[in-house]
């Protein structure tokens, strides 16, 4: 059974659809990413499974339950939205402990509960301290302790990681694998950084002006974009001039360009050719160059990425 | 740093919690123990006992006989226990809103009914806090009249019920309020257009429009029945008319608030949406 299925849903605020025939299915154990441009419904569509927002149309289950039962939902998930405020005179421990007790532990489990927590996200020596004295990334896992408090079955995640240094949102993303892999439960990610949901998520959803764009695994979702492909050489520098020449006579490449300040470095676009494959281009491509003899050091191919499908997909919508 | 584990199995009550004693207890921490609640504490008793001294002690200045006195001062103790309780109800909801942390709490299974009268009954605290407050002072000036302990049942009970109005009326402004600011100002425009009655010149209250107007608003209907019983020395039951407006200002605006907090308590504040 998914832990996260919803059809037909759409929102409209006054004249502003916000979202219309949104559909997503997410399996326990699951990081789902959801993509979009600013705009483009995550935030609502994720309010909207978590009841805080009602759908005008549509349905949706979490955990198995109805969306017309919404406290019972609520019992199932852990939510970190993206604007979350932190009561900033309040203790860590405190804090964990109150919404524990909202989720129906008793005083001694609450106490428990928020202790485990706050060892797991690292942050028991602080237990103590007022979350005003907290940085932003202490906070976040605060806040990441505080979607676990219920040991929901599915979690939404809002940005974590937004406003986070590279450290703290290694930290973030380490937690966020394993509350899916080790608690089992479902994990919706919405983020602006394409590459933490390429390196975390199993599958994405897009979603451009309040519709789902694309949807599937990450090499799905690129196919499916078929991006304009685009490829960085990294050639001898000394021959550099001479491949940049060899490839613009190439009736396979589109473009060439040679990267200022450095030596060696080639960014092509392929040529498009009806009835030929982006990698048949390609070979071609290179054919020109090792039939020169020229030392090619490294390629890489810059359409193939999340970011690349991302862009096709919602500058296009 | 270690890993999230996964989840021991850690028992929810099998006694089932109620969320507004939760809330309740939250509220009431954060109001007393966070340091807001004692702060309003100090600023009442500084009023309360300007107001006193006033009243008491200079006899150039005070043509008052000592029953009215205390029960100037008695009233005087409601209606700024009366706008600090209000002031908290009307941060309730709306001032969640903008620091963030309201969306959390509606992410709780509790309902939002409960919720409400978590946070309905911590305001009300501040009431009572202003309550305890005020007595040293009325026990001050009614000692020598003999009115102490008319004056504190008759301003306890007057008191909590124009409390649980005002505190009614802030929290469904704060739920319906756009923004913190809108909701606290409506709230202190409304406390004051209520107490406008209480400048009315006796000619006019005694006038059957003015009576009217006295009667029907609970503030000036609570404050005529505190001056009867303490400074006319009326007896608890000869103007009890004067109590059905407070009384059912306090019910009614209870159910409403509850009733309002749990169908319209969202994120956005506004009537929409």
Redesign the interface.
């Given at each position: 059974m998914p832990a996260v299925e919803a059809a037909g849903i759409r929102k409209q605020?006054g004249s502003l659809v916000a979202l219309e025939a949104f559909h997503l299915s997410v399996e326990p154990g699951e990081v789902l990413g959801v993509l979009g441009p600013n705009g483009a419904g995550k935030t609502t569509a994720i309010?909207i499974l978590?009841?805080?927002?009602q759908p005008d149309r549509g349905s949706f289950t979490v955990a198995g339950i109805q969306n017309g039962r919404a406290?019972?939902i609520?019992?199932k998930?852990g939510?970190l939205?993206e604007?979350?405020?932190?009561?900033e005179?309040?203790r860590a421990e405190?804090y964990l402990r109150?919404?524990a007790?909202?989720?129906?532990?008793?005083r001694a489990?609450a106490r428990?509960?928020a202790d485990?927590?706050l060892?797991?996200?690292?942050l028991h020596e602080r237990r103590r301290s007022l979350i005003g004295t907290f940085s932003r990334g202490m906070r976040q896992r605060l806040g990441?302790a505080?979607t676990?408090v219920?040991?929901p079955s599915v979690v939404f995640l809002d940005e974590p990681t937004l406003g986070l240094d590279p450290a703290g949102q290694l930290?973030v993303l380490?937690?966020v694998r394993?509350?899916a892999s080790?608690?089992?439960a479902a994990v919706l990610l919405c983020s602006h950084l394409l590459a933490e949901v390429e390196e975390n998520c199993s599958r994405v959803v897009i979603l451009n002006r309040g519709h789902v764009v694309a949807e599937g695994t990450v090499a799905e979702v690129v196919r499916k974009a078929a991006a304009p492909r685009s490829v960085r050489l990294h050639v001898a520098p000394e021959q550099a001039e001479r491949a940049a020449a060899l490839l613009a006579d190439s009736p396979a490449v589109h473009s060439v360009e040679r990267a200022d300040g450095r030596p060696g470095n080639l960014t092509l676009v392929l040529a498009v050719r009806s009835g030929e494959s982006d990698d048949a281009i390609l070979k071609d491509a290179i054919r020109v160059l090792l039939d020169a003899d020229v030392e090619l050091r490294s390629l890489e191919l810059e359409g193939a990425r999340l970011s690349d499908a991302f862009l096709a997909m919602t500058e296009a919508a | 740093?270690?890993?999230?584990?996964?989840?021991?199995e850690?028992?929810?009550?099998q006694?089932?919690?109620s969320?507004w004693t939760?809330?309740l207890a939250?509220e009431l921490?954060?109001l007393w123990l966070?340091?807001r609640g004692l702060v309003l504490c100090f600023v009442f008793s500084i009023l309360v006992s300007v107001i006193a001294y006033l009243v008491a002690s200079s006899t150039g200045f005070n043509f008052l006989e000592q029953r009215e006195s205390a029960s100037l001062t008695l009233q005087a103790a409601i209606t700024c226990g009366g706008l600090l309780a209000l002031l908290v109800a009307a941060d309730s909801v709306s001032g969640e809103r903008e620091?963030?942390?309201l969306?959390?709490?509606?992410?709780?299974?509790?309902?939002r009914r409960q919720i409400a009268v978590g946070k309905l009954l911590a305001a009300l605290s501040l009431w009572l806090a202003c309550f305890v407050v005020a007595i040293p002072y009325v026990w001050l000036l009614g000692r020598d009249v003999g009115v102490v302990d008319e004056a504190l049942v008759a301003g306890f009970v007057v008191g909590t019920l124009l409390a649980l109005f005002l505190v009614s009326v802030g929290l469904v402004l704060s739920v319906f309020a756009s923004s913190n600011r809108i909701s606290l100002s409506v709230s202190l425009f409304l406390l004051l257009a209520l107490l406008a009655p209480t400048q009315l010149p006796s000619g006019v209250e005694q006038a059957w429009a003015g009576e009217l107007v006295v009667n029907t608003n609970p503030l000036t209907a609570g404050i005529h029945y505190i001056g009867r019983i303490v400074i006319s020395g009326h007896g608890w039951s000869d103007d009890v008319h004067l109590l059905y407006a407070p009384v059912l200002a306090a019910c009614v605006s209870v159910l409403v608030a509850i009733f309002v907090a749990g169908r319209f308590m969202?994120?956005r504040g506004g009537v929409s949406?």
């Open positions: 605020y309010r978590t009841t805080i927002l406290n019972a609520r019992q998930i939510v939205p604007s979350a405020g932190y009561p005179r309040q405190e109150f919404h007790r909202l989720f129906g532990h008793s489990s428990a509960v485990r927590l060892e797991d996200v690292g990441l505080r676990l219920n040991d930290q380490r937690h394993a509350i080790e608690r089992g | 740093m270690a890993v999230v584990e996964a989840p021991v850690h028992a929810v009550s006694r089932r919690v969320g939760v809330v939250q921490r954060d966070g340091g620091r963030g942390t969306e959390t709490m509606l992410l709780t299974p509790v309902p969202r994120l949406g």
